[in-house]
C-alpha cells in the first residue's frame, strides 16, 4: 500500500504524509484488505475544492474533503486479484482552510481534523457510504476505531 501525498501548503504539513500511510495501514489491516492498493491525496484551497464540488458533485460551496473511487464502476470480476500488484484505490482531496475553519469551530486540533478527514475519504474509496442512518452508525464507528489505532486524540 503506498500514499502519494500532494501538498501546496509547505513544510508544516509534510508530516501528514506518513501520518496518512500510518492510518490507511490501520484501516486496512481492521478491514481486512489486502490489495495493494495506492491512494493519492491533495492538500488543496477553498477555491479548488469548491470548483470540483461544483463541477463534479453539483455543489456550489467549499467542502472539507472529497473523494473519487478509480473503480466505484468496474466490475469486481474483472480486477486484478494479485495483492501484489499496485492498484490505484482513488484520490481524496483535503481543503486544509475548511478543515482549520471546522477544528476551530468544533474544538478539535487541526490534526486531528486533518487525520478525521483523511479517514472520511478513505472509508469512501473503499465503498463505506453515510446516507442511510444504519450506514452512517457503521461509517462513523469504524472512522472513530482506526483514529483510535492509529493513536489521535480525541478533540
Keep these: 500500500m503506498e500514499v502519494s501525498f500532494d501538498n501546496p501548503f509547505g ?47 453539483k455543489v456550489d460551496k467549499v467542502t472539507d474533503v472529497i473523494s473519487f473511487a478509480f473503480n466505484d464502476d468496474k466490475n469486481p470480476n474483472d480486477q486484478i ?9 482513488g484520490e481524496i482531496l483535503i481543503c486544509l482552510p475548511q478543515a482549520k475553519r471546522q477544528a476551530n469551530e468544533i474544538g478539535n486540533g487541526l490534526e486531528r481534523e486533518l487525520s478525521f478527514l483523511f479517514v472520511h475519504g478513505l472509508l469512501h474509496l473503499l465503498g463505506y457510504d453515510h446516507m442511510k442512518k444504519e450506514d452512517e452508525d457503521v461509517m462513523f464507528s469504524l472512522q472513530e476505531r482506526i483514529l483510535e489505532r492509529t493513536g489521535t486524540e480525541n478533540g
Design 11 to 57: 513544510a508544516a504539513y509534510e508530516h501528514l504524509a506518513k501520518r496518512y500511510s500510518a492510518i490507511a495501514k490501520a484501516a486496512f489491516d481492521l478491514l481486512g484488505v489486502k490489495t495493494n492498493y495506492e491512494i493519492d491525496v491533495s492538500l488543496v484551497d477553498d477555491e479548488t475544492i469548491h470548483r470540483i464540488n461544483r463541477d463534479y458533485r
Design 81 to 89: 486479484n494479485d495483492p501484489a500488484v499496485e492498484r490505484i484505490l
